[in-house]
């Protein structure tokens, strides 16, 4: 099956910092889907972008599928980020079947 | 709308009891998922429906598991017997198209 690979694992922010959190996935995807697990084990859907730019706020990412990646970009982070985030992906373009990566945790601290 | 809704927040059972896990899904959404995430192997769907039906049941782990979808508003996904292997934390998500949204989670501990 597909395989979906995050980087880093762990980062440790200053409130205030920027970051840049990176997926890379090993097949064609038609779906992608980055999440954020906050600590109380919630998971809230922050973007579908199987391709391009989108922005939210202080999140953004974009996604070049014909390399097979994907970025989420935290600006001005806040203690309130901190949680995991994972990207997700499915080859089909329904939201059918993603696979999930195995995540990047962020901690940010005053 | 209220978002997706699953009960109950926590069970703890003894090993060889029945669990049943419940989910509605947000109204209007046709695709619903069950996942189950533990620290050893991530988020990993279980099985998904669409329209009510299953349509695909390759990661439940065995014959112990079973899932059901009755009507587009309730789900359940039940555990007979339980192990304390399956102690894990087990997502519902519902779908309108490409996006999932996930609901609060059932922590399972089973002793």
């Known amino acids: 099956g597909i395989q979906v690979e995050q980087s880093p694992p762990d980062l440790i922010l200053q409130e205030g910092a920027n970051s840049t959190l990176r997926c890379n996935f090993s097949?064609?995807?038609?779906?992608l889907q980055w999440f954020h697990q906050n600590p109380w084990g919630q998971l809230i859907n922050l973007f579908y972008?199987?391709?391009g730019t989108k922005q939210n706020g202080r999140l953004s990412a974009t996604t070049v599928a014909t390399e097979r990646y994907s970025l989420l970009y935290i600006s001005s982070s806040q203690t309130t980020d901190s949680g995991v985030y994972f990207c997700a992906v499915d080859p089909t373009g329904t939201a059918s079947k993603l696979t999930f990566g195995t995540g990047t945790r962020l901690q940010v601290t005053l | 709308d209220a978002g997706v809704i699953q009960s109950p927040r926590h069970e703890v059972t003894e090993m060889g009891q029945e669990v049943t896990l419940r989910c509605k899904p947000i109204?209007?959404?046709?695709?619903l998922f069950w996942y189950r995430q533990t620290m050893m192997r991530g988020l990993e769907l279980l099985i998904y429906?669409?329209?009510?039906?299953?349509?695909?049941d390759s990661g439940m782990p065995e014959d112990r598991f079973s899932a059901k979808m009755p009507n587009a508003s309730f789900s359940t996904l039940k555990i007979q017997p339980s192990e304390p292997r399956d102690s894990a934390v087990y997502f519902c998500?519902?779908?309108?198209?490409?996006?999932?949204?996930f609901g609060p989670g059932t922590r399972l501990l089973v002793l």
């Open positions: 429906f669409n329209n009510n039906v299953p349509i695909d």
């Open positions: 998500a519902s779908s309108p198209a490409e996006t999932q949204y």
């Open positions: 097949d064609s995807v038609n779906n």
């Open positions: 109204s209007g959404h046709n695709s």
């Open positions: 972008i199987p391709s």
